[in-house]
């Protein structure tokens, strides 16, 4: 079930301002089936579900005419604050597949990793095409089964959840297990103490040498 937000529609080109002091910031919802809709929505309602939701999951869009199934396509943050304040929602037509970059989670502990070695992650999201209502939040690697340095997951060996398709070839690396190169130290140079002895001998006579 898709999580739902309530979002209002708004004048193009109202301040945003004014939508701050409100707690509330625009945004628009668009797709290849539905036309571009100015909406204004809660900012904290936005912020949550972009921390537990991600851009990945499903938003229902309800205050409308009709809801609107969307995907969270592009946020602007503030450079400052860091917060939110602008998205763009991609609407999804209903009956259609849609494609998305899914995080990956890595669960687990690696026996390789427990020893000493290293974990590469060379996959950190999949490209997967499925409806919208199979829509993963996100997918799990489980780690456990690298167990010696050179073993590798391949997306051929993900558990996909039911109706979803990778986009991304099987023969791909997900993850290895890598030695951990350590760098030899540098050799300390050691002074050579029959050089200095011969060079303080020859300031000494030099100083001898030199009238008064």
């Known amino acids: 079930m ?13 301040a945003a301002r004014k939508l701050a002091k409100s707690e509330r910031m625009p945004a ?5 089936k539905q036309e571009a809709i100015a909406i204004s929505l809660s900012l904290r309602d936005f912020v949550r579900i ?3 939701e991600g851009e990945s ?25 860091n917060l939110p304040r602008h998205a763009d ?9 849609v494609e998305v970059a899914v995080p990956l ?16 992650k060379v996959l950190h999201e999949l490209e997967v095409e499925t ?22 997951i391949h997306v051929r060996d993900i558990k996909l959840p039911h109706g979803v398709v990778s986009l991304i070839e099987a023969d791909e690396v997900v993850a290895l297990i890598q030695e951990i190169e350590i760098e030899p130290e540098e050799p300390v140079a050691t ?9 303080q001998k020859g300031k000494a006579e030099t100083e001898e040498e030199t009238p008064a």
Not at 2 to 14: F, H
Not at 28 to 32: Q, S
Not at 106 to 119: D, P, Q, R, T, Y
């Open 2 to 14: 898709a999580t739902t937000l309530s979002v209002e529609t708004r004048a193009v080109g109202k």
């Open 28 to 32: 628009i919802v668009y797709g290849p």
């Open 50 to 52: 972009l921390r537990d």
């Open 57 to 81: 999951s499903v938003i229902e869009l309800t205050g409308l005419k009709s809801p609107i199934q969307a995907l969270i396509h592009d946020v602007d943050h503030d450079p400052v604050t």
């Open 89 to 97: 929602f991609y609407a999804i037509a209903k009956g259609a597949k």
């Open 105 to 120: 989670s890595f669960i687990g502990e690696s026996a390789a990793v427990k020893a000493g070695a290293n974990l590469v």
């Open 131 to 152: 409806a919208p209502e199979h829509l993963p939040h996100e997918i799990e690697i489980d780690i456990s089964v690298l167990e010696n340095i050179g073993d590798q």
């Open 191 to 199: 002074p050579d103490m029959d050089a200095i002895e011969v060079e």
